[in-house]
């Protein structure tokens, strides 16, 4: 096991501006094999200017990796404007140490992201596989498409300990997602495939669902008013109303499911 | 032009305009012309390469509202194509839908000096021209849509074909344009009413037909000595078994004598109208039936439209056709139609070799230029972005120059293409010379752009070059396709622009425009109908409505005078 | 004293273009026709910023444009994250030099459409939009409906040149074989003048949408007795005029844009046109509020490839709105200099924002003083498109048309002003380069 950890010095968001930094560049397969001095050498875009790794974080390396997945970044410090933690990842693993900014485990293929506190807007967004947990809240677009694509999240594991924010999944085709707290209006948007449970409440869950299946626990405010109900289920002991739609993308493509408890 | 001597020495040179075919020739530059010779020049060896003119393209979508559309509903595509900006450069984005930077760039790269952009709403004209002027390197013109203007049909109803010309002359001049494009006659008014229009159906109130319109256009246009016919996208597009209105909408031309030695229609991105069948289940090539009228005939000329595999963004004045597609796909779909004159419909398309119907698509483009024995009659498109962005024009160029390759591609279509479609069956090759035609020589003779420096490299014409990176003997279709893609060098107006497949200079591009000259009298007698509608119809002023001198800072003009 | 016709307004989306002024001593005396009242007010000129300023210690104090270009420049060439905001009351010449600026220094660059009608573009990204100009409305629409949008207050000559009052080819009589329908959260000045108002309670646009769409696919059986605060008998009876019409026309405004679920509101507004279009024409179009917001909109498009809230700090563009828009990267304190040009973000952005925005460097060009003035460090005065200066601007419906120049001015024009701060950053980068 190879631990690298990545404490983002004080000053680069201590100052009047908190410019991010964009850390795609620092994910396990990207410096797996790179001597210390050449992780700090990796540039990293802060803003306009590319800087060197090693001016921007304080590092510290343990251990050697054999593969790719014996690396893990622990991530520290002021994370709030750390974008693109994790983005594109094929394998290994990444601790956040802290609330991260957007694009937190974006198109990602493999591997582990575990955040400890909250991520912004776009986690996960387009992920293919691997796992991703928030342990926190998720911000807006939670494993959403990119704007213009028809296909969000195909494949992986998302977890959020909190609440998650506005469109968590839209255009999901394949994947699951799991919310222990509340979600803001739209949750599985466009959904065609794949499988999206909430804890806790929902408002507008499955708006133009064509596909997959979406289980709200609690409770849902504004139902979309183009769904039909059919009838009832038992799932895992407990009762769920059961609704397919949505009948506004025409009644042979509403293939969605809902379950509401 | 640049100032200075350039000689191009050791190429091989294919120069079809004059009869140049594979010949060992130095090419000599003087202040952006070819001269017979120079004294002190900069010199380029060429060490065999294969060398041309630059490229000319007769039919792109490339500046104006519905390109825009597609940029900016298809944040997806964008971000493909994404260059970072370099010294020389502006940061480039887009596949199918490059922003004109990226346009101007790839274009260069790929030898072309001049693209054409296929179809120009008048009214959205100084649109059209504000992109233009942000492509770089290119010299580039516009054709303004003038065939479901109310204008149009109301004189084609009434017979006046003179008031028509004195029409079409204002609307040339007003947009700054190149000739007159007809796009779905008929139909696309009809579309506005959510309705269409095949070749001989009525329009709605205007009660004129399609095939009125395209006579009478024709007949109008060649009241002026104009470099080019007119250029037509005919009713029925992308329907199966609509080869058939496809041919009578060349027969309605044959009567009418061309000013000069051209054809009297241009009929553009032949092989989405050169469809069989009855529905999409039993679809299969025309080509053959196409191939074998444009070999019989004299008064028309083609462009063949060729598929490019992969998701593409299509994008037309034909508003129904549009439609019809998003119906199928139920991909995104923006519509725009333009108050008496024209329309568009924008929607992403994905052609795949896995499809039937795709794979026949592929095959058609591809057997209209092998088909047709003559090459002076056709030009390689793909109806960038229709068929398939421009950056895949080395794809199709390889394709023609090798029946192994298409044999091998064919391989990875569907097997229909065995049944449906008549290209496994072909085993001609295209050579290099035919190649220089159906990219240049063609394509400037046809847009009578020959007479204005481009497409040849004779005394006198514009020092735009071309020089691959292959011999005249290289067979190997990937190393074909490689080099048509990145040129060694693309010299435009005597600078060298592109070199080693880079781009090194970005001088700005020339907007060539035509202006018909027309009887005082026949323009005011036009005038009172005109000024009515935009007294009560359009939305914008009279005088607001001509594209102003400000928006070609680099104009070059051709004057069409009436024929005596 | 001078006759000038055919004047181009620069106020809203609606452009007029058939104005008609008159001119003396080299200043717009009169307007004679074809302005609303706001149109006139600009065209008559009223307080504007004097002179370029330096704001020193708190004060403002008055320089040269060159002085002032200087320091707009030193301030651009050194920050990290500058942001180019606005473009939306400037023409389409100056937003070309600024989308050049923005790639030279890295910055971002957004206009106003992040806090109008940005939703709308990125509905447009999601389902396309069918559309149409003006000119079709008038001539052929026989139905017009106003949803969240009151052009009788923000549009006033809207509905008289393009809609519902206006005459064209087919609409001879004007809004005698017409209706028109509202739908609004109040009893808006238009509304009052609707065949039929939905009073629809706030934030219900999503749901209202989603019911009529699934009425016009045939499905209004699973539709539930009262969506939105609407009944199901209005919604039905709407659809019912929507499927008689020959031409349906649908505006749409910041009621949809700016409630609950935003740009997916527009998003079902237009699948909702497109469930009308499976029976007849209909279109729909949004009320776009500067006059050339669009304009800023196609020229970011042509060159960047994106049409709002576009980074190019990397080199090469990266869009994604709710990230890069102005707001965003204000409210996040994420920008370390901006030019705010042709805008009012004082006026029109969320307060925690504006204090970001006070904090760091400012430069303001713009022709009037607004509140962003008030903490602006680098003033400089533009001169007034439209009035004097010409250029490009797109209407609400993209069609473009070019503003008059009217008078002469010592001021310096949107565009001049630009080249000048991008030719002296570049002189500044070449220097540091050596």
């Not at chain 2, 000024?531 to 070059?556: E, G, I, R």
């Not at chain 3, 009035?387 to 069609?399: C, F, K, P, Q, T």
């Amino acid at each position: 096991m190879q631990t690298i950890k990545l404490k983002l010095k004080e000053e680069i968001t201590s100052g009047n501006a908190k410019i991010p930094i964009e850390a795609d560049s620092l994910t396990p397969d990207k410096i797996f094999g790179k001597s210390e001095a050449e992780i700090k050498a990796v540039k990293v875009w802060w803003g306009n200017r590319e800087e060197n790794t090693g001016d921007l974080f304080d590092m510290s390396v343990e251990g050697e990796a054999a593969s790719v997945e014996e690396v893990k970044i622990v991530m520290e410090g002021d994370l709030s404007r750390v974008k693109h933690i994790g983005d594109g990842m094929k394998a290994g693993e990444i601790e956040a140490n802290g609330d991260v900014d957007m694009h937190c485990g974006a198109m990602m293929q493999g591997g582990r992201v575990t955040v400890k506190g909250n991520a912004d807007c776009w986690a996960g967004r387009e992920m293919h596989g691997g796992e991703l947990i928030i342990e926190g809240d998720a911000g807006d677009n939670l494993c959403a498409m990119y704007r213009g694509e028809m296909t969000g999240m195909t494949g992986g594991k998302v977890t959020v300990g909190g609440n998650a924010g506005e469109c968590v999944g839209q255009y999901m085709a394949g994947g699951e997602i799991l919310i222990k707290g509340n979600t803001n209006i739209l949750t599985g948007l466009n959904m065609k495939g794949g499988k999206i449970t909430i804890e806790g409440d929902a408002i507008m869950p499955g708006a133009d669902m064509t596909g997959g299946e979406i289980t709200v626990k609690g409770k849902v405010l504004d139902m979309i008013p183009s769904f039909k109900s059919d009838g009832t289920e038992s799932i895992e002991g407990v009762e769920y109303k059961k609704y397919l739609g949505d009948l506004a993308m025409t009644e042979k493509k509403a293939k969605g499911v809902l379950y509401v408890r | 032009m640049a100032e200075g001597e350039l000689l191009i020495r050791n190429g091989v040179v294919y120069d079809p305009i004059n009869g140049v075919n594979g010949e060992k020739k130095d090419i000599s530059i003087r202040d952006g012309k070819v001269v017979e010779e120079v004294m002190n020049p900069k010199v380029i060896d060429a060490e065999g390469r294969v060398v041309m003119p630059g490229g000319v393209d007769i039919h792109s979508h490339i500046a104006g509202a519905k390109v825009n559309v597609g940029r900016l509903f298809r944040p997806e595509d964008g971000r493909k194509g994404r260059e970072a900006k370099t010294k020389v450069c502006r940061a480039q984005s887009g596949y199918s839908v490059p922003n004109t930077f990226a346009t101007g760039y790839r274009y260069a790269k790929m030898g072309y000096t001049f693209v054409m952009e296929a179809a120009m709403p008048p009214l959205a004209a100084r649109h059209t021209h504000e992109e233009m002027v942000d492509i770089p390197i290119l010299d580039n013109a516009a054709m303004p849509l003038i065939d479901n203007n109310w204008m149009t049909m109301e004189y084609v109803k009434s017979g006046d074909t003179d008031l028509l010309a004195a029409y079409i002359a204002w609307m040339i001049k007003a947009t700054k344009g190149y000739g007159v494009k007809v796009v779905n006659p008929g139909g696309t008014e009809a579309w506005a009413w959510g309705k269409n229009c095949d070749i001989n159906d009525a329009v709605p109130y205007f009660d004129v037909t399609p095939a009125e319109i395209i006579k009478g256009l024709a007949e109008a246009t060649e009241k002026f000595e104009m470099p080019h016919s007119i250029h037509v996208h005919g009713n029925m597009l992308g329907h199966p078994g609509n080869f058939e209105t496809t041919l009578a909408t060349y027969d309605l031309v044959k009567g009418i004598k061309p000013y000069r030695d051209r054809p009297a229609m241009h009929a553009t991105h032949t092989q989405f109208h050169s469809y069989g069948g009855t529905r999409w289940g039993d679809f299969e090539s025309k080509a053959g039936a196409i191939a074998d009228y444009v070999n019989k005939n004299e008064h028309l000329s083609i462009d063949i439209g060729s598929i490019i595999l992969g998701d593409t963004t299509t994008m037309t004045a034909d508003g129904p056709m549009e439609y019809s597609l998003y119906q199928i796909t139920g991909r995104k779909w923006t519509n725009h139609d333009v108050e008496l004159e024209t329309g568009s419909g924008i929607t992403p398309f994905l052609y795949s070799g896995k499809s039937p119907v795709n794979t026949v698509q592929w095959a058609i483009g591809q057997e209209l230029a092998l088909l047709i024995k003559d090459p002076w009659k056709l030009a390689l498109t793909t109806d960038h972005p229709n068929a398939g962005p421009f950056i895949g024009y080395p794809i199709i160029i390889s394709m023609l120059m090798s029946k192994k390759r298409r044999e091998e591609s064919a391989e990875d279509m569907h097997s229909v293409i065995y049944d449906r479609a008549e290209l496994p069956s072909i085993d001609r090759e295209y050579d290099l010379n035919e190649i220089a035609i159906i990219t240049r020589g063609m394509a400037a003779k046809t847009l009578g752009l020959h007479e204005h420096g481009k497409g040849h490299l004779g005394v006198g014409a514009d020092g735009d070059v071309a020089i691959y990176d292959i011999s005249p003997e290289e067979r190997d279709a990937g190393k074909i396709q490689k080099a048509f893609l990145n040129t060694k060098y693309t010299i435009k107006g005597g600078e060298v622009v592109v070199k080693d497949g880079e781009v090194v200079a970005t001088p700005a591009g020339r907007t060539i425009f035509v202006t018909p000259e027309c009887d005082d009298k026949l323009t005011e007698e036009m005038m009172v109908k005109l000024k009515d509608k935009f007294d009560h119809y359009y939305s914008v002023t009279f005088n607001n409505y001509p594209v102003q001198d400000a928006y070609l800072p680099n104009p070059y003009e051709i004057k069409a005078p009436w024929r005596s | 004293m001078v006759e000038i016709t055919d004047v181009v307004c620069s106020l809203c989306g609606c452009v007029c273009d058939d104005i008609v002024v008159e001119v003396e001593d080299n200043k717009v005396t009169k307007v004679k026709k074809g302005a609303c009242s706001v149109g006139k007010s600009k065209l008559m000129g009223h307080g504007r910023i004097e002179s370029p300023a330096i704001r020193e210690n708190g004060t403002l104090k008055n320089c040269s444009y060159d002085e002032a270009i200087k320091k707009a420049a030193e301030i651009l060439a050194a920050a990290r994250r500058p942001l180019l905001y606005g473009w939306s009351s400037t023409v389409c010449e100056a937003d070309k030099v600024g989308v050049e600026l923005a790639e030279e220094i890295g910055a971002v660059i957004d206009n106003t459409a992040s806090v109008c009608h940005g939703p709308s573009v990125l509905a447009i990204q999601d389902v396309g939009l069918p559309s149409c100009t003006l000119g079709e409305v008038k001539n052929r629409a026989d139905l017009v409906i106003y949803w969240g949008a009151n052009p009788a207050a923000a549009h006033a000559n809207h509905m008289k040149r393009y809609s519902y009052i206006s005459k064209g080819y087919w609409t001879e009589e004007g809004k005698k074989n017409k209706k028109l329908i509202v739908v609004d959260v109040r009893k808006t000045a238009t509304a009052k003048m609707a065949d039929v108002f939905l009073q629809m309670e706030q934030g219900k646009d999503y749901l209202v949408f989603s019911a009529l769409r699934a009425m016009l696919l045939g499905y209004e059986d699973v539709v539930p007795e009262e969506v939105g605060g609407v009944s199901k008998k209005d919604l039905l009876e709407t659809v019912r005029l929507m499927k008689e019409a020959k031409f349906g026309m649908i505006f749409f405004g910041m009621g949809v844009t700016h409630t609950r679920a935003r740009h997916n509101n527009v998003v079902n507004a237009i699948q909702t046109t497109r469930a009308a279009h499976t029976h007849t024409k209909f279109s729909i179009m949004p009320m776009r509020g500067h006059y050339n917001v669009a304009g800023i909109n196609q020229v970011c498009t042509w060159e960047t490839g994106y049409p709002f809230a576009v980074d190019l700090s990397r080199g090469y563009a990266w869009y994604n709105p709710g990230e890069i828009s102005a707001t965003d990267l204000l409210v996040r304190r994420e920008c370390d200099a901006a030019l705010i040009i042709a805008s009012d973000p004082g006026a029109h952005f969320p307060g925690e924002s504006i204090k970001h925005l006070s904090k760091i460097p400012v430069i303001q060009i713009d022709p009037f003083p607004n509140p962003t003035t008030e903490f602006a460090d680098v003033l400089i005065p533009a001169a007034i498109s439209g009035v004097e200066a010409e250029g490009n601007v797109y209407r609400m419906d993209n069609i473009p048309i070019r503003l008059r120049k009217l008078v002469d001015t010592e001021y310096v024009a949107d565009e001049e002003i630009m080249k000048r701060i991008l030719e002296e950053v570049r002189a500044i980068k070449e220097k540091e380069g050596e």
